[in-house]
């Protein structure tokens, strides 16, 4: 179960604001289930992140699925624990334009240190990305 003092629950209450990179992609989780594993967001690929075809940089995309992952794993967060990304290996579906984007995680396993993590992209119901990344858990040190 969540730990509702956690950074995680803290921010979706309001209480601290979200991380500085969420703003810059214009991400809003929709849903999260951490008992199921499962997170559902929203991101805006903005006119700051187009590549030269005007389409969404792929390292963008990639931000978004890390964000996706990471969020995830954050969700199942005791208080005083962190999640860093050890891995993340992204796919390329299609272009992804300037706009809306879907995102979804699923956790596959979460072990006591590492989790890995699951997460796809979707614009207009088609998938533009996925990502499977391997994530840690560690104790904050302020």
């Known amino acids: 179960m969540s ?3 956690s950074y995680f629950n803290r921010m979706r209450r309001g209480e ?11 991400g ?9 594993g499962t997170l559902q967001a929203d991101y805006v690929g ?3 992140f187009a590549n030269p075809a005007g389409q969404v940089q792929g390292g963008m995309l990639c931000a978004m699925l ?5 969020c995830l794993v954050d969700a199942t967060l005791a208080a005083g624990e962190v ?11 299609r272009p992804a334009r300037l706009g809306p984007l879907q995102g979804e995680a699923h956790l596959v396993r979460r072990g006591r240190e590492v989790c890995h993590v699951q997460a ?9 990305a ?9 104790a904050r040190r302020d």
Do not use: H, M
């Not at 809003?28 to 199921?36: G, L, P, Q």
């Not at 999640?83 to 579906?93: I, M």
């Open 120 to 128: 796809t992209l979707w614009q207009d119901g088609k998938e533009v």
């Open 83 to 93: 999640v860093a990304t050890l891995n993340l290996n992204v796919s390329f579906l």
């Open 28 to 36: 809003e989780i929709r849903a999260v289930d951490a008992e199921a």
């Open 66 to 70: 890390d964000d996706l992952t990471a």
């Open 3 to 5: 730990d509702p003092q």
């Open 16 to 26: 601290i604001p979200a991380a500085p990179v969420v703003t810059l992609l214009g």
């Open 46 to 48: 903005g006119p700051g």
């Open 130 to 138: 996925t990502a499977s990344a391997v994530c840690k858990i560690v």
